[in-house]
């Protein structure tokens, strides 16, 4: 039999990963239906047959590089506990600035919301969360990414949260929105980086745009125009080194007040513009 205490120094097994330690604290906490703080309350807990076997084989997949998020099935986005697949995206923290800079921009409790590739629902649920007077859609093209973010709102209790599938605006009825924001494919089908780490295990139709990553930028920046109520907001997620190339975008597409900001890591990664 193995103790809690011995299972967590099997984190070295993890060489390949930056989180080592953490990931074999969620995937142990998983396996026990535990939170990580038990794992340091009860070292001494010795793992049952089957629990130690289902740590082993959830241990050896994450070495393979499988997402930890895959693994246990739920990433926690803005303390929402999301269940994720591999249908889309797993939310990513440096995402929350997108909502800490939508209710900072848009502080009213009564508001009309369209989040463009939902995914998981993540940026739309955090919204629903903070301002539940708001009326948002939430639209995606996959239809099991729909399935999965209509599961979680259901689950989580948002009624004011519409998912539709719609590639982009194509399923949008005709409308006006007071802000319009969106996590899009971003990245350059040759950025290296697509063959490492998580992002293998995602669906590149969510990482991968044309034109140097910036083709889906240009599509809804052009088309929001139509869906915005003047005044209102559009707002988008890009890479670090795309944020002049977005607001020359913006600027093209007709927007005005167009600006970007940094997210924690000092990189110019949002960037908004008005109508």
């Given amino acids: 039999m193995t103790s809690v205490k011995q299972n967590l120094t099997r984190s070295t097994e993890l060489t390949e990963s930056d989180s080592a330690r953490l990931d074999t604290e969620i995937l142990l906490g998983h396996i026990l239906g535990r939170q990580r703080t038990w794992l340091y309350t009860w070292p001494e807990y010795e793992l049952t047959e089957i629990e130690q076997r289902q740590f082993d084989e959830l241990l050896a997949r994450r070495k393979s590089g499988e997402p930890v998020a895959h693994l246990t099935g739920e990433r926690e986005f803005w303390s929402l506990p999301l269940r994720v697949n591999a249908s889309t995206l797993i939310p990513r923290p440096e995402t929350e600035l997108l909502v800490e800079t939508a209710l900072q921009l ?21 919204l629903a969360a903070e301002k539940p007077g708001w009326r948002i859609v939430a639209a995606e093209k996959s239809a099991d990414a729909v399935a999965l973010a209509e599961g979680n709102r259901s689950r989580l209790g948002f009624d004011n949260v519409e998912i539709v599938q719609s590639d982009w605006f194509e399923n949008i009825a005709p409308q006006q929105f007071d802000l319009i924001v969106s996590n899009p494919p971003y990245i350059d089908a040759a950025d290296p980086h697509l063959a490492q780490g998580d992002v293998r295990f995602e669906p590149r139709s969510a990482l991968v745009a044309e034109r140097e990553g910036l083709a889906d930028i240009e599509h809804i920046a052009r088309d929001a125009i139509e869906y915005l109520r003047p005044g209102a907001w559009l707002m988008v997620e890009h890479g670090w080194q795309q944020a002049a190339a977005v ?17 924690y890591a000092d990189w110019e990664r949002l960037t908004l513009g008005q109508k």
């Fill in 106 to 126: 848009f502080p009213q409790q009564q508001a009309r919301a369209l989040d463009l590739g939902t995914g998981t629902g993540a940026i739309a649920l955090a």
């Fill in 247 to 263: 607001r020359h975008i913006f600027a093209a597409a007709g927007l005005r007040n167009i600006e970007s900001r940094r997210d």
